[in-house]
């Protein structure tokens, strides 16, 4: 499978905003690490994930994201992941990642 990756500055929220479409694995992890970094290294704050479009998630993808989290904490910003899909929310609950970020319906 492969991953898309749509990424933009939100104005109203001051957040940037990124869209997500396929899967975060092996594959295309490096991609997800790759659009996450370009995004801190403009400015830190505050992330918005949409993964309505995200159908997987592993490991490494997981890692990518508290590695991001653990960069945007030292600056007091946040992650929050919208409209998870059951299987990929499963996973967060799982490892306990569900306390970690924030969740939003």
Known sequence: MSLSIISNYDESRDCQKISLKGEID?????QFRSELKKVTEQKIMDIVIDMSQLDYIDSSGLGILIGT????????????????????KKVFTITG??????MEV
């Open 26 to 30: 092996l594959d295309t992890a490096e």
């Open 69 to 88: 989290l653990k960069r945007l904490k030292t600056q007091n910003k946040d992650i929050y992941l919208n409209s998870l899909k059951d299987n990929v």
């Open 97 to 102: 990642l569900d306390k970690i970020f924030l």
